[in-house]
């Protein structure tokens, strides 16, 4: 932190953040540390990389911290499949209703109780429109209403075929 000079403005929880108090399976990439990422179901049982890690909810971390919903100016999330978790444990934040930048992977998110479906329908309660950025690339990014979601993950699982 001190590279940054965030000493004083940063802090740190030891937690991943999910949609509850409890622990969660962590699996380890050892080529990637950006892709660590918390497994669902039986898949934690197989990986031979896998170590428990506690987990809280946005919403009482940011609390705890002594941050109101509304003082979030930004939101970016980016955890490799668990998104729609974080958003459940983020009612409050996204009351507020701040920006956010969310990695939108439907591919990814596998835990059967809370997956794309979860996602889009926390995202459409609390957003009116998104933006999608694979189309910024090419110059083309547009501002979509939210109902246009469900448009993207098609695109999505067309290209992945």
Do not use: W
């Amino acid at each position: 932190m001190g590279l940054n000079r965030g000493d004083a403005e940063v802090r740190t929880f030891n937690v991943a953040v999910s949609s509850g108090v409890g622990e969660a399976p962590l699996l380890l990439n050892r080529g990637s540390h950006g892709e660590h990422a918390l497994v669902a179901g039986t898949a934690a049982s197989d990986a031979a990389d896998v170590v428990k890690v506690p987990t809280r909810p946005l919403d009482d971390l940011l609390a705890e911290a002594g941050h109101r919903p509304e003082d979030v100016g930004f939101l970016k999330i980016d955890t490799e499949g668990h998104e729609p978790r974080v958003l459940e444990g983020a009612a409050r934040v996204l009351s507020a209703s701040p920006p956010a930048m969310i990695e939108y992977a439907p591919f990814r998110y596998r835990d059967p109780e809370c997956g794309v479906d979860v996602l889009e329908q926390i995202v459409a309660e609390h957003y009116s429109h998104f933006l999608d950025l694979r189309r910024a690339i090419k110059g083309e990014a547009e501002l979509r209403p939210i109902l246009e979601l469900a448009d993207v993950r098609s695109e999505i699982a067309s290209t992945d075929e």
